[in-house]
């Protein structure tokens, strides 16, 4: 549905040349949820903005649905208004001088997709319905709340039945407890009219509740691509270990094939092929990987240590745990 080769960008900054996108390669799939995951600055919107023809890269080639929508190399570029898509930014893009129904219709009376008068009303209602917005038609867009505000804009969005789905961080605006009630609603109103989403965060939370695959970027490049729980649980590299989710990192050096010695002492672990006796090596440990037992307790994978601090997270906490002058993060639940 999306098919991304070797997507190059720069821009001229006060520092001289800027590379956001160093050829990245991205296949989205039909009716799959993709996010773009990393820090400020790693490319992700860059990337957003060129698929939806709001920049134009350097190099390389963009598709969507198998349709050539940018290519320097053959002079192709489509204009964002043509290419099928909608669009949900960070700052809703609400026009306070329309109420709730002119929001989501405008793009129906106004735009490259209109429509006859006669089914302008139906397809509103039946979009202002899908994010649960029935019923509000007439509320003056500035008399809603955050979320109802972004619910407009996802409405808007829809309302055209495009095929894709754009989303620049259309959380990030709202409170914690709103934005995790969103995600909810995000997941199941994009599978409900099954369309092919590219969403763009920096918060891990979002991209491995809503994603059905994570790439991870940094520096203009894509570090990995796969599906949530392999991200998290086998990173490729110590930026995504780093990245997704509470680490901890030990030096570490190989005495066997079993074996390692660190700050923690010797802990039996299982060496990967291709790393040999005496090789360093950063273990990389999980908070929730960690158990705490009392001193009493007979385990032959434990290692002592000193409890220093205690942060209460409701169903669990997470304590910062001293051993051998090292201070290494916990969950207990």
Not at 35 to 41: A, K, R, T
Not at 60 to 65: D, N, R, V
Not at 183 to 195: A, D, F, M, N, P
Request: proline residues 4%.
């Amino acid at each position: 549905m999306i098919s991304i080769r070797q997507l190059q960008k720069s821009f001229q900054a006060q520092q001289g040349q800027v590379n956001a996108l160093k050829g990245i390669d991205l296949e989205v799939s039909e009716g799959e949820f993709c996010v773009l995951l990393g820090p400020s600055g790693c490319g992700k919107t860059t990337t957003l903005r060129c698929v939806a023809g709001l920049e134009r890269p350097d190099g390389g080639e963009i598709e969507i649905s198998g349709r050539l929508v940018n290519s320097p190399r053959s002079r192709t570029f489509v204009p964002a208004e043509k290419r099928q898509i909608g669009m949900v930014f960070q700052s809703y893009a609400i026009w306070p001088h329309m109420n709730v129904f002119q929001n989501v219709a405008f793009p129906l009376t106004q735009g490259q997709k209109r429509v006859s008068k006669s089914s302008v009303a139906e397809r509103v209602r039946a979009a202002l319905k899908r994010v649960q917005l029935d019923g509000l038609e007439d509320r003056p867009a500035t008399d809603l709340s955050g979320g109802q505000q972004q619910r407009v804009a996802m409405a808007r969005a829809i309302v055209t039945d495009s095929r894709v789905l754009l989303m620049d961080e259309p959380l990030s605006n709202l409170d914690a407890r709103l934005r995790e009630q969103m995600r909810v609603e995000l997941r199941k109103i994009t599978k409900s009219i099954g369309v092919t989403t590219l969403y763009v965060t920096h918060d891990q939370a979002e991209a491995l509740s809503l994603g059905d695959k994570v790439c991870v970027m940094n520096h203009g490049e894509i570090l990995q691509i796969a599906r949530p729980n392999e991200v998290y649980a086998r990173p490729v590299n110590l930026f995504v270990a780093q990245f997704v989710g509470e680490m901890n990192f030990v030096k570490a050096e190989v005495i066997d094939s079993g074996e390692v010695g660190c700050s923690l002492g010797k802990l039996p672990i299982s060496i990967p092929n291709g790393v040999s006796k005496g090789a360093n090596i950063t273990l990389a440990i999980r908070p929730e990987h960690v158990k705490v037992l009392p001193m009493t307790s007979d385990s032959a994978n434990h290692v002592r240590g000193k409890i220093t601090s205690k942060n209460y997270l409701g169903d669990s906490a997470l304590l910062e745990v001293e051993v051998n002058g090292t201070r290494h993060g916990v969950i207990h639940g």
